[in-house]
């Protein structure tokens, strides 16, 4: 079993649709919660950070943790075609990051 | 502020050659730097750590010899792929993390090698 588990997708919506991508996990050390994007063949770009449990607001972002569920989210609002990227969960014990597989998201104009 | 480069973007080579890639921190002293490789289609996988002026720490499954990593300084690291093979061929991402910050990753935009 992977520690991180995210549907690989592609996922595919119209502009404007809101978008939920999502990632669960399996080990509890896991300490901090982040999501990348990743735009093909470019180094992921730090998206949203959390290390708690609840709601991280960020512009049309918005990060969510359930530590008692292992399971987090990341929100997008008024989609554009420019968020069409691949999005990448990752968690973080010690200083050593795992990512998930990445959700490859199509948004179509 | 905090980025990171890589040079070259993209390299091909023959078969049994060494390539070295090169990761910079630009505004800032990257106290510990982390290379990863990334399969089509696949998520990142770290392969080591390193810490400027020590050894780097290599994930299980991962070759040292072959993998060289050198981390002389609080700005440049660089990884070594000796004799490459065509399985080698991969994208290869790092990032680094400033002193007392080890919490935050910032990545390079990745070195693309392609061994024929």
């Known amino acids: 079993q992977k520690e991180v588990e995210q549907d690989p997708g592609p996922l595919s919506v119209p502009e404007g649709a809101i978008v939920s991508l999502n990632c669960t996990y399996s080990?509890?050390?896991?300490?901090?919660f982040m999501w990348y994007r990743q735009y093909s063949r470019k180094g992921p770009e730090l998206l949203m950070y959390t290390y708690s449990s609840g709601n991280k607001e960020d512009g049309r972002f918005t990060a969510q943790v359930d530590k008692s569920s292992k399971y987090i989210s990341l929100f997008i609002r008024d989609s554009q075609p420019s968020d069409s990227a691949t999005y990448l969960c990752?968690?973080?014990?010690?200083?050593?990051?795992?990512f998930g597989a990445g959700t490859i998201l199509r948004v179509k104009s | 502020g905090a980025v990171v480069s890589q040079h070259p973007s993209w390299v091909i080579c023959k078969s049994g050659t060494s390539v070295k890639i090169e990761c910079r921190s630009l505004?800032?002293?990257?106290?510990?730097m982390f290379w990863y490789r990334q399969f089509p289609k696949q998520s990142l996988m770290l392969m080591a750590t390193s810490n400027e002026g020590s050894k780097a720490t290599y994930e299980q499954g991962v070759e040292k010899d072959k993998f060289l990593i050198n981390h002389a300084s609080l700005t440049l690291s660089t990884l070594t792929v000796t004799s490459a093979h065509p399985e080698d061929s991969s994208f290869y991402i790092c990032?680094?993390?400033?002193?007392?910050?080890?919490?935050?990753?910032?990545f390079g935009p990745g070195t693309r090698l392609t061994v024929l």
């Open positions: 990752a968690m973080m014990k010690g200083n050593k990051l795992v």
């Open positions: 505004d800032f002293q990257a106290t510990t």
């Open positions: 990032s680094a993390s400033r002193e007392g910050s080890t919490d935050t990753q910032y």
């Open positions: 080990n509890s050390a896991f300490q901090y």
